[in-house]
């Protein structure tokens, strides 16, 4: 588990794939499932949206209202778990 507070990040701070990988990858590994609707609804209001649906070869707005929705299939969130190097124990 982890102490950080997801819905409290500042958009603008998840600028780059990198920024964004890092957020999601900590948000998927607390376990916590509101802490991972948070940062996916965080994550699609970023700049660095673009970069991870491009690097997913996902359409963006599509990925943004899933990610909004906190209602993204298996398929995408795999293509995004892969895009962001996050493995399943």
Known sequence: ???QDFSATDPASLD???AVAAYLAA???SGDADAMAAALAKVA????LAAL????SLPRAALAEAMRAGE???DTTLAIMKVI?????
């Open 72 to 74: 993204m299939s298996l």
């Open 1 to 3: 588990m982890t102490d």
């Open 16 to 18: 780059t794939l990198d």
């Open 53 to 56: 649906a491009a690097a997913a």
């Open 27 to 29: 948000a998927f590994e």
């Open 85 to 89: 190097d996050l493995h399943l124990p």
């Open 45 to 48: 209001d970023a700049d660095g």
